[in-house]
């Protein structure tokens, strides 16, 4: 996990300073949050991954964002912890 910049390290590379990602937890996968984030940007033709984040991925999420909100969202580099702040 290299925040600075932005790549997360898993079997793939995610860089979180280029593109969009919307990430859930898997303890609630039909989270509303979740849904009306992935609406939001299919509205605006926003290409985006959805990542269903197990607990260890969320727990390196939450040691750098200092966000327990689901999902957690990120839009070329900007970290959004709330799908109002999308709107």
């Known amino acids: 996990w290299m925040w600075s910049c932005g790549y997360l390290m898993l ?11 919307i990430i859930g ?5 039909n989270w ?3 849904d009306k984030a992935k609406d939001l940007l299919k509205k ?3 290409q985006f991954m959805y990542i ?3 607990k260890r991925l969320f727990g390196k999420l939450l040691s750098v964002t200092k966000s327990k909100n689901v999902p957690q969202i990120f839009h070329n ?11």
């Open 11 to 21: 079997k793939y590379e995610l860089d979180f300073d280029k593109g969009t990602y």
């Open 25 to 29: 937890h898997f303890t609630i996968p």
């Open 32 to 34: 509303p949050a979740c």
């Open 44 to 46: 605006h033709n926003i």
């Open 52 to 54: 269903l984040a197990d």
């Open 77 to 87: 580099g900007k970290f959004y912890s709330n799908v109002s702040d999308l709107e």
